[in-house]
């Protein structure tokens, strides 16, 4: 699911979360941003390819990622369809450990380049944060700005976008949870998975899901398999820590 805010006028802005989150880091000289949910293992996920649990093709879509604006929702998917792949700074921006500034280099990174100049932006900063209630991914701010990276002021910016990841966290933790946005698994397994927390035997599952009790069993096992679970209950208390259930 995408979040985004029209760039129109609006009577409720003063209440509005990405408005709010907008407005404190357009004090330092940011025009706009993108936020999203980004697992721990993400840089490491991608270079790995499809032996990882998040695959390239996960990391590369626009789902779970709020927008500032309409005009920011069309520069990300244009960077996400057609650029981002091959640029070095797509990858280099999923590591959790410090904010990244994106480089351009003269041949490689022209596309990049133009596609956010075009926008008005000369500065793209990548910026993760702790998230107060899981160890297993991050939030993250991507900001951009028309001004270059030596005009701008980021004392006590990450103070500001803590503040601002508590607030959209608050009304959109579910659409930016990376891991279930990511669609590691399709609805009838998450349900089997839910029912298996409550307690319900594969025979009770398969009468709820209408299912047979072979299906039941292949669901789990897949799952148990992608998420590296030696039982069902260390499978149901992954997907817990993953937030997929």
Same mark, same amino acid.
């Given at each position: 699911?995408?979040?985004?805010?029209?760039?129109?006028?609006?009577?409720?802005?003063?209440?509005?979360?990405?408005?709010?989150?907008?407005?404190?880091?357009? #004090?330092?000289?940011?025009?706009?941003?993108?936020?999203?949910?980004?697992?721990?293992?993400?840089?490491?996920?991608?270079?790995?390819?499809?032996?990882?649990?998040?695959?390239?093709?996960?990391?590369?879509?626009?789902?779970?990622?709020?927008?500032?604006?309409?005009?920011?929702?069309?520069?990300?998917?244009?960077?996400?369809?057609?650029?981002?792949?091959?640029?070095?700074?797509?990858?280099?921006?999923?590591?959790?450990?410090?904010?990244?500034?994106?480089?351009?280099?003269?041949?490689?990174?022209?596309?990049?380049?133009?596609?956010?100049?075009?926008?008005?932006?000369?500065?793209?900063?990548?910026?993760?944060?702790?998230?107060?209630?899981?160890?297993?991914?991050?939030?993250?701010?991507?900001?951009?700005? #028309?001004?270059?990276?030596?005009? +701008?002021?980021?004392?006590?910016?990450?103070?500001?976008?803590?503040?601002?990841?508590?607030?959209?966290?608050?009304?959109?933790?579910?659409?930016?949870?990376?891991?279930?946005?990511?669609?590691?698994?399709?609805?009838?397994?998450?349900?089997?998975?839910?029912?298996?927390?409550?307690?319900?035997?594969?025979?009770?599952?398969?009468?709820?899901?209408?299912?047979?009790?072979?299906?039941?069993?292949?669901?789990?096992?897949?799952?148990?398999?992608? +998420?590296?679970?030696?039982?069902?209950?260390?499978?149901?208390?992954?997907?817990?820590?993953?937030?997929?259930?």
């Amino acid at each position: 699911m995408k979040v985004v805010l029209d760039d129109r006028v609006m009577d409720d802005l003063a209440i509005d979360p990405i408005t709010c989150v907008k407005q404190a880091v357009g #004090k330092y000289g940011f025009s706009g941003f993108w936020f999203q949910g980004v697992a721990n293992s993400a840089y490491e996920d991608y270079n790995r390819g499809q032996n990882s649990l998040l695959t390239r093709k996960m990391l590369l879509s626009p789902d779970g990622v709020i927008t500032s604006s309409l005009s920011v929702r069309h520069l990300h998917e244009q960077y996400l369809s057609r650029i981002a792949a091959s640029d070095h700074n797509f990858a280099e921006a999923l590591k959790v450990d410090a904010p990244y500034f994106y480089t351009w280099n003269d041949i490689e990174q022209n596309k990049a380049k133009k596609l956010f100049v075009r926008y008005g932006v000369n500065s793209v900063i990548s910026w993760p944060l702790k998230h107060f209630a899981s160890n297993m991914w991050r939030g993250r701010f991507t900001l951009l700005s #028309k001004l270059c990276c030596e005009e +701008l002021d980021l004392v006590g910016v990450e103070a500001v976008l803590k503040q601002a990841q508590m607030t959209l966290l608050e009304h959109y933790h579910h659409e930016v949870t990376p891991f279930r946005q990511h669609k590691l698994f399709n609805k009838t397994a998450i349900r089997a998975l839910e029912l298996a927390a409550l307690g319900l035997l594969n025979e009770e599952i398969s009468n709820e899901l209408d299912i047979t009790i072979r299906g039941v069993e292949y669901h789990f096992e897949s799952m148990r398999n992608k +998420l590296a679970a030696t039982n069902r209950a260390h499978l149901v208390y992954k997907a817990h820590q993953l937030e997929i259930i």
